[in-house]
Nanobody
Framework: QVQLVEFGGGLVQSGGSLRLSCVASGFTFSQSGMRWYRHTPGTERRVIATISDGGLITTYADSVKGRFTISRDNLRNTVYLQMNSLKPEDTAVYYC?????????WGQGTQVTVSS
């Protein structure tokens, strides 16, 4: 059974930092590319960061490039998102999933709220 559990979100002031974590189970994590997505009401869920199965290749959406860093620990089946210099427009629910094709199951996500 696939499970994705995201945590680490919260309320932070503009310019602050948060580190999100996503613990995965039920599939071969070490052989799966992973992605962080975010969703705000009225919009589609969007990919903001990707990482290859071995962790050597990462990509970022322009909106977060230079501020966010994706990483992974294949021994812990965990993918991370370090978010620095947060802006109010980063407010969203953040999810992880595999990439390029997400698994059918999604976690509950973790809410990030950035106050101005």
């Amino acid at each position: 059974q696939v499970q994705l559990v995201e945590f680490g979100g919260g309320l932070v002031q503009s310019g602050g930092s948060l580190r999100l974590s996503c613990v995965a189970s039920g599939f071969t994590f070490s052989q799966s590319g992973m992605r962080w997505y975010r969703h705000t009401p009225g919009t589609e869920r969007r990919v903001i960061a990707t990482i290859s199965d071995g962790g050597l290749i990462t990509t970022y959406a322009d909106s977060v490039k230079g501020r966010f860093t994706i990483s992974r620990d294949n021994l812990r089946n965990t993918v991370y998102l370090q978010m620095n210099s947060l802006k109010p427009e980063d407010t969203a629910v953040y999810y992880c999933n595999t990439g390029p094709t997400p698994l059918g199951a999604w976690g509950q996500g973790t809410q990030v709220t950035v106050s101005s």
